[in-house]
């Protein structure tokens, strides 16, 4: 698979490095409007051929894959143009502006026959992702209720400027990761209750946002957010669970400590993610998660199966983020099948 990049801001950086760990990808092309960043990016491969501009480097072409590491306001028309040049494509969340924008974009892509994901690498998380096997297994029967935790005080502005200054925030670029753990291991929800608060006042959005969600198969979940948390230890950037079953409890702890408890008997193991060579503490957890996902694309494109963070599964995330600003908006409870 020769893999084209657009946009090497600071994230991409994790997913350049992830090409290279990934069996069966090679990097040819990149892309960045700002010659700096196109730089330091090209540095990391021999012989990688670079555009200052989308549309040139789609002309030239010579790749199977677009993988799209802009912020969102570039989203839908790179995907457009990636459809137009009929290859496949990854895209980073949030996918898009907004939910028709979203499933425009899914529409796009289809008509082609080509393959879309979205980045939405959380929940391959690999200490979040045994959590999922674990209750995928069955081991704690049904799951009836689950809370999905994420809180911090990380400083999350210096490297990311961009998230002071959207009028949404922990919601639609973090929630949005939290909400789709939600759904891998409850499915699909049907209604969401949500309230959101800014405590830090130097920035423009809502930086805590607590949501409750009931699941198509009758379990409820809770997913709280937060980035005006202090805590000690500091957990960033761990989204700790707690999964209560008919037969048992699954519960991800801070510091990876992942118990599964039947009757009386509990069961505890290390679950902390490797540091992979070009990974730094404590973002190994996600850097791990990026290399995880650009590989299950890879291979789902092996085998011809859908990626199991297709476009068209992650519009239901997509959903519950506009669902959930609905709800805190409007202080009401709103059903998913409405949207
Ligand atoms: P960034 O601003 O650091 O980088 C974006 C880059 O894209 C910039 O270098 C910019 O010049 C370039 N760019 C923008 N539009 C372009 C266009 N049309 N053509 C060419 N280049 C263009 O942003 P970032 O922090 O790297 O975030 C990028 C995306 O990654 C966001 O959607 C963000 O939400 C997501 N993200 C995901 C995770 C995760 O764990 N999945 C973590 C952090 C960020
Ligand atoms: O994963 C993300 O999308 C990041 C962060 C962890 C900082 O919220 O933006």
Same mark, same amino acid.
């Given at each position: 698979?020769?893999?084209?990049?657009?946009?090497?801001?600071?994230?991409?950086?994790?997913? =350049?490095?992830?090409?290279?760990?990934?069996?069966?990808?090679?990097?040819?092309?990149?892309?960045?409007?700002?010659?700096?960043?196109?730089?330091?990016?090209?540095?990391?491969? %021999?012989? !990688?051929?670079?555009? #200052?501009?989308?549309?040139?480097?789609?002309?030239?072409?010579?790749?199977?894959?677009? /993988?799209?590491?802009? #912020?969102?306001?570039?989203?839908?028309?790179?995907?457009?143009?990636?459809?137009?040049?009929? $290859?496949?494509?990854?895209?980073?969340?949030?996918?898009?502006?907004?939910?028709? %924008?979203?499933?425009?974009?899914?529409?796009? $892509?289809?008509?082609?026959?080509? #393959?879309?994901? +979205?980045?939405?690498?959380?929940?391959? @998380?690999?200490?979040?992702?045994?959590?999922?096997?674990?209750?995928? *297994?069955?081991?704690?029967?049904?799951?009836?209720?689950?809370?999905?935790?994420?809180?911090?005080?990380?400083? $999350?502005?210096?490297? @990311?400027?961009?998230?002071?200054?959207?009028?949404?925030?922990?919601?639609?670029?973090?929630?949005?990761?939290? =909400?789709?753990?939600?759904?891998?291991?409850?499915?699909?929800?049907?209604?969401?209750?949500?309230?959101?608060?800014?405590?830090?006042?130097?920035?423009?959005?809502?930086?805590?946002?607590?949501?409750?969600?009931?699941?198509?198969?009758?379990?409820?979940?809770? !997913?709280?957010? *937060?980035?005006?948390?202090?805590?000690?230890?500091?957990?960033?950037?761990?989204?700790?669970?707690?999964?209560?079953?008919?037969?048992?409890?699954?519960?991800?702890?801070?510091?990876?400590?992942?118990?599964?408890?039947?009757?009386? @008997?509990?069961?505890?193991?290390?679950?902390?993610?490797? $540091?992979?060579?070009?990974?730094?503490?404590?973002?190994?957890?996600?850097?791990?998660?990026?290399?995880?996902?650009?590989?299950?694309?890879?291979?789902?494109?092996?085998?011809?199966?859908?990626?199991?963070?297709?476009?068209? /599964?992650? =519009?239901?995330?997509?959903? =519950?983020?506009?669902?959930?600003?609905?709800?805190?908006?409007?202080?009401?409870? +709103?059903?998913?099948? %409405?949207?």
């Amino acid at each position: 698979m020769k893999i084209a990049l657009i946009g090497c801001g600071f994230f991409a950086i994790n997913q =350049l490095h992830g090409w290279k760990g990934v069996d069966g990808a090679e990097v040819v092309a990149l892309c960045d409007r700002d010659q700096g960043r196109l730089d330091v990016a090209a540095a990391m491969f %021999d012989g !990688v051929r670079t555009y #200052t501009d989308a549309g040139a480097m789609f002309a030239e072409g010579g790749f199977d894959v677009v /993988d799209i590491a802009t #912020t969102v306001g570039s989203h839908r028309p790179l995907v457009e143009m990636a459809a137009r040049n009929n $290859v496949h494509v990854i895209c980073q969340k949030p996918f898009a502006l907004t939910l028709s %924008d979203a499933r425009a974009m899914v529409e796009a $892509v289809a008509a082609t026959g080509k #393959t879309l994901m +979205v980045h939405e690498n959380f929940r391959w @998380q690999s200490a979040v992702r045994a959590a999922i096997d674990e209750v995928r *297994s069955g081991v704690i029967g049904t799951p009836f209720f689950g809370r999905i935790s994420f809180r911090s005080g990380y400083d $999350v502005y210096s490297g @990311q400027p961009y998230l002071a200054e959207g009028e949404r925030f922990i919601i639609e670029d973090l929630g949005i990761h939290i =909400l789709d753990i939600s759904r891998a291991l409850f499915g699909n929800a049907t209604r969401i209750t949500a309230t959101t608060r800014r405590i830090n006042p130097a920035i423009k959005g809502e930086d805590v946002a607590t949501m409750l969600l009931e699941h198509e198969g009758g379990a409820t979940s809770v !997913v709280d957010c *937060s980035y005006a948390t202090r805590r000690a230890p500091e957990t960033f950037p761990e989204s700790l669970l707690e999964i209560d079953g008919e037969l048992g409890t699954i519960r991800l702890d801070a510091g990876y400590q992942l118990s599964v408890q039947i009757g009386e @008997q509990v069961t505890t193991r290390d679950v902390s993610p490797p $540091v992979l060579p070009w990974a730094s503490r404590p973002w190994h957890n996600i850097q791990e998660s990026v290399q995880i996902i650009q590989q299950h694309f890879v291979d789902c494109l092996r085998d011809g199966r859908a990626p199991e963070t297709s476009g068209h /599964d992650n =519009l239901h995330t997509f959903a =519950l983020v506009e669902a959930a600003y609905l709800s805190a908006r409007e202080h009401r409870t +709103v059903t998913l099948a %409405d949207l």
